[in-house]
């Protein structure tokens, strides 16, 4: 039976329309075809691939190939590696090179234990690369003022931090994340962080309009059934949010003394 | 020629023109991002019973973004020309009333007596654009205000970005712009000649200001003149169109009501004191961190009423005449007429008495120079 | 040929194009973006495209990441 949960909107990025509010990073899996088995298995039409400098990858090594082949996918590039701006503009440029897209990821994180991304070299880098015409979707710290500075410079969305890479503290931003909300002009994409598909489900009934999970697919016990969570999850949340959550309870006990007793009944 | 409502203002998606209903009311009672859509609901006629609920949630949310303080600040009429035919307005130029501007010596002398009074916050007003009171006036004038207050605000007339850079460097912190009425066909009737007709060149005044970098806009409608459900709705409009692109920059939000003045103007909506509360309650609710002003349009028991709940900012001991605080009888009608006389120090003898504290300095002129000097 | 690919010394025993290059190294028709002298090599100048003696070449290619 064909479940409304599954049936999603569609959300336009950068002037392109994708109906999944799922996207894909490639990372961490243990096999070429454990990933493309959890990327069809997500439905997403977004995936992030990294760039490296490197010759020849044993075909058994070889992640890409089969993605590429791949119909309805975008394969957006991530920065990651970059240490600053000129580093990701760099990787940004020769991803376009090799992907065709103009989809970038701006991913820049200095520090390699906690990965959190610069938002100082991540502004830098978005400006350029906006001016230059990629689809910048920058993974950001989950902070309002910056979210209202990417937009003002040109970035296509906004993908904010729900926690820590690989944390598994899912929403922990949850307060910066409505505040984002609340103004944003682009599309605003959680990413890095979430562990369960119950917190992607979340993510969505607030308001996000999409999610990016990498770890938690290729990190959980069965990636390709997980990855198929992910998508009933992200589909579930879409459809609460539009119909709107039952209102929230309690806080209306009525004082003794009214505090519209002043209130005259006929106009003075 | 009607104008027609740019899209980021039309709130035709928000009024399916199905009536709200007690569900509805509660449902946006407990939303966690309450839109247009909850706050049409929370002004129908089903959300009349929830009006203690609603004092209550306005009270909560009052104290929480704003604690428990009332800034003050006092109007100061520079002048009444005006060349507009505002049906409503007390100024209007088929008036016959006595027209002067406040000459910068007077203009110094009122502005000494408001600092006497205690404040540290003006807001300097005028009619439409004339050439008796300009321009340059108008930037003689915030140049002379400024040198004594930390904020000066101006309600004047709609402005070119680069007019409102330069009252910014002179050292005017925030515009006040009402459209008065966001429905454009009402808007085209009741401004019947004059520049004020213009209803686009007015409601973009806003977006202008906070571009030449003010700090603070003011927004409003004028209660009375159209359906104030459907103005209500469009001010919420304005306001998040507002603060999605111009994120630096405040906005506060003002409902004055039409009252008896000169000329005899009836309200065709007419407004009562339960749907104004009413709607101060829902507009805290819905956008809790955003100032809402009262003016002393109101009467004292009203006004003593709403000073915190929702309420977080009021003029005192105003005149609405052009000057009018040097002590001398002033020689020219008010715009409006003054419902609460009541002096500065009642004002806050009665705040106080509410657990209220009076600020009447929100900020520091010495943050405003410096960029004004070119110092950062 | 000595060549410098990927920051590393490297001799090249089919430096006729980058192309040939790329089919030396077992790279062929996979996908690659060629930075021959901080200059990128698309796909169709990689035939015509000469290398010469102390060249610098980086190849980057898609790795899986998030």
């Known amino acids: 039976m064909e479940r409304q949960g599954k049936v999603q909107d569609a959300w336009i990025v950068g002037g392109h329309t994708f109906s999944s509010r799922l996207l894909m990073g490639t990372g961490k899996y243990q096999d070429a075809e454990t990933m493309v088995g959890a990327v069809l298995a997500s439905g997403a039409q977004i995936v992030t691939v990294a760039l490296r400098r490197m010759g020849r990858i044993p075909q058994e090594d070889d992640m890409l190939g089969p993605l590429g082949e791949m119909k309805g996918i975008t394969l957006m590039p991530n920065t990651s590696g970059a240490r600053n701006a000129t580093e990701a503009i760099r990787a940004a440029r020769l991803g376009r090179e090799l992907c065709g897209s103009p989809f970038v990821k701006v991913e820049i994180h200095p520090n390699p234990h906690h990965l959190m991304p610069d938002p100082i070299e991540t502004f830098e880098a978005a400006k350029v690369l906006a001016a230059e015409g990629f689809v910048v979707m920058p993974y950001m710290p989950a902070d309002p003022v910056l979210a209202k500075r990417l937009e003002d410079v040109g970035c296509a969305s906004l993908m904010p931090l729900g926690s820590a890479i690989g944390s598994g503290h899912g929403l922990a931003t949850a307060e910066m994340l409505r505040l984002i909300l609340r103004h944003a002009r682009i599309p605003v994409i959680v990413d890095a962080g979430l562990r369960s598909p119950s917190e992607a489900a979340a993510a969505l009934e607030m308001g996000c309009d999409a999610v990016l999970v990498n770890s938690a697919v290729a990190a959980s016990g069965d990636p390709i059934a997980m990855a198929a969570a992910f998508a009933q999850a992200v589909g579930a949340g879409r459809v609460a949010h539009r119909a709107g959550l039952m209102p929230r309870g309690g806080g209306t006990a009525l004082a003794t003394s009214p505090l519209t007793a002043f209130l005259s009944v006929e106009d003075a | 020629m009607t104008p027609q409502m740019p899209a980021w203002l039309d709130p035709s998606p928000w009024l399916d023109g199905r009536a709200s209903t007690h569900a509805d009311v509660e449902r946006a009672l407990g939303c966690d991002e309450p839109g247009p859509r909850e706050l049409a609901a929370l002004l129908s006629p089903a959300a009349h019973p929830f009006i203690e609920i609603m004092a209550q949630r306005a009270r909560a949310l009052t104290q929480r973004h704003f604690g428990r303080t009332i800034s003050l600040y006092a109007p100061l009429y520079l002048a009444n020309h005006c060349t507009s035919g505002c049906a409503y307005c007390g100024f209007a130029s088929d008036r016959t009333q006595p027209r002067r501007r406040l000459e910068p ?49 101006i309600e004047a007339f709609p402005m070119t970005t680069r007019e409102y850079g330069l009252l910014a460097e002179a050292g005017c912190s925030g515009v006040t712009v009402y459209q008065e009425t966001y429905d454009p066909r009402q808007y085209d009737r009741l401004h019947r000649w004059g520049p004020k007709k213009d209803y686009l060149g007015r409601l973009e005044a806003p977006a202008r200001a906070m571009e030449a970098g003010m700090r603070t806009v003011g927004l409003g409608v004028l209660l009375g003149l159209s359906d104030p459900g459907f103005d209500a709705v469009c001010l919420m409009r304005h306001a998040g169109h507002l603060q999605r692109i111009h994120w630096k920059s405040g906005i506060t939000l003002s409902f004055p009501r039409l009252r008896p003045q000169e000329g005899n103007f009836t309200a065709l909506f007419p407004v009562d004191e339960a749907w104004l509360a009413r709607l101060v309650f829902a507009f805290r609710i819905v956008l809790p961190d955003v100032p809402l002003l009262l003016s002393t349009r109101e009467r004292p028991e009203f006004r003593d009423g709403m000073a915190g709940l929702g309420i977080s900012k009021m003029s005192a001991g105003s005149r609405t005449t052009v000057g009018g605080y040097g002590g001398a009888e002033p020689t020219t009608e008010g715009q409006f007429q003054v419902s609460d006389k009541r002096s500065v120090p009642e004002i806050c003898a009665m705040l106080r008495n509410r657990g209220l504290e009076p600020v009447f300095k929100n900020w520091d002129s010495a943050f405003r120079d410096a960029s004004v000097r070119g110092h950062d | 040929m000595n060549l410098v690919v990927n920051g590393e010394a490297y001799v090249a025993k089919q430096p006729e194009s980058v192309a040939a290059l790329l089919e030396e190294m077992g790279i062929g028709g996979r996908p690659v973006v060629v930075v021959l002298n901080d200059e990128v090599v698309p796909p169709s100048s990689r035939i015509a495209c000469r290398l010469r003696e102390g060249d610098c070449v980086e190849l980057f290619r898609l790795v899986g990441g998030g």
């Open chain 2, 105 to 153: 010596p007077e203009a110094e002398k009122e502005l000494a007596m408001l600092k006497e009074m205690g404040f540290e916050e003006v807001l300097l007003l005028t009619g439409e654009r004339t050439s008796h009171a300009g321009f340059d006036y108008l930037l003689e004038c915030v140049s002379l205000a400024a040198q004594r207050f930390h904020a000066v605000g």
